[in-house]
């Protein structure tokens, strides 16, 4: 158990829909990054919070947005979604600087 | 060319067997990690190293600053070591972290 949660672990929705995605990060770490991968591709890397601030920013399409909260957590908008933004999101945390720790992951459906 | 290169793409191997994984990269780099990801892919990190060798069970890291290049040998396999092994570096610029694209290890008993 890494310490980071996610949820929902799976989310089934519709074309042009809107949905959010939770990530609470491990206790003390102040940095939330936030990664995409597609069906047998490599992590993408979509954006970095670092204590509520965005530090970081990725191959993060302009219908996705993110933010942390005062409390560390993170989520992750994404809307008017089309069938290609089917993936696992996973969220990371980290002091800033050394290692990440990942969630379990949140399985979108796109449908 | 990738900033990050893994080889082999693909490994199978049998039981018992040594194995080692590749990562060679061409940025300045601030820390290494080795990631392994698992058939039903959740995400473990494995090590993060900056210099010299790091040993944790059967597994083994090293890394080279000065050639770029860092190795994940796993000893005495097992089919439970059969997942995908991802190198990512930690870019000293920026702290961004750049993934290799993945080595698939599949352990046959």
């Known amino acids: 158990d890494s310490g980071v949660t996610q949820t929902p672990k799976h989310l089934i929705t519709a074309t042009g829909q809107r949905v959010t995605l939770r990530c609470s990060p491990r206790?003390?770490?102040?940095?939330v990054y936030w990664y995409q991968q597609s069906l047998d591709q490599g992590l993408q890397f979509l954006i970095q919070?670092?204590?509520?601030?965005?530090?970081a920013k990725g191959n993060i399409l302009e219908r996705f947005s993110a933010q942390q909260f005062p409390d560390l957590h993170s989520e992750l908008n994404l809307s008017s979604l089309e069938l290609g933004d089917s993936a696992l999101y996973f969220c990371?945390?980290?002091?800033?600087?050394?290692?990440?720790?990942f969630g379990p992951g949140t399985r979108l459906t796109v449908l | 060319k990738n900033e990050v290169e893994q080889s082999p793409q693909n490994l199978t191997a049998q039981e018992g067997e040594f194995i080692t994984i590749n990562c060679s990269y061409s940025?300045?780099?601030?820390?290494l990690h080795w990631l392994q990801q698992h058939p039903g892919g959740g995400i473990v990190s494995l090590f993060m190293?900056?210099?010299?060798?790091k040993k944790h069970g059967r597994l083994i890291a090293t890394i080279n600053i000065q050639e770029k290049h860092s190795s994940l040998h796993i000893t005495a396999s097992h089919p439970r070591d059969s997942a995908v092994y991802i190198c990512?570096?930690?870019?000293?610029?920026?702290?961004?972290?750049?993934w290799g694209a993945g080595t698939k290890l599949i352990i046959k008993p």
């Open positions: 206790s003390g770490d102040l940095s």
């Open positions: 919070y670092y204590n509520g601030e965005e530090r």
């Open positions: 990371a945390s980290s002091d800033g600087l050394s290692e990440q720790f």
């Open positions: 990512a570096v930690l870019m000293d610029s920026n702290y961004q972290l750049i």
């Open positions: 940025v300045g780099i601030s820390a």
């Open positions: 190293l900056s210099s010299g060798k």
